[in-house]
């Protein structure tokens, strides 16, 4: 029998009937790693059995991937504009809560926390 001493968890895991638990990454990167090949075996193949010569099959990819990145661009600026309107709307409801709790009997302290934490009042 070994040293118990100098036995490792997954042995004593092993040895109780059990093992260790498997992280999330363990399972996620093997099948994004078949998933990658998988989409680079199927764009090889769907450019060597296009129907199109070589040059229209690139320009027509071009334009697709021009396309997808102008949809990209405009999806994201719109997240933008989302994001400023709903910081400008938490703003103004945090600056709104400060001046109800500055009128009520704790409200200095109240006030010169949120001044002390950036708001602006």
Request: no cysteine; glycine share 14%; charged share 20%.
């Amino acid at each position: 029998m070994r040293n118990p001493l100098h036995t490792s968890t997954t042995d004593l895991l092993g040895m109780i009937g059990l093992q260790p638990k498997r992280s999330a990454a363990s399972y996620v990167l093997p099948t994004l790693g078949a998933l990658g090949v998988g989409m680079l075996a199927g764009a090889g193949l769907g450019l060597l059995l296009a129907p199109h010569r070589g040059a229209d099959t690139r320009r027509m990819v071009g334009g697709k991937l021009s396309d997808l990145g102008h949809v990209v661009g405009d999806t994201a600026g719109k997240v933008v504009r989302k994001l400023k309107r709903a910081k400008a709307n938490g703003s103004e409801a945090v600056t709104d809560a400060l001046s109800e709790v500055r009128a009520s009997e704790y409200g200095d302290d109240a006030y010169d926390l949120g001044r002390n934490l950036g708001v602006n009042t």
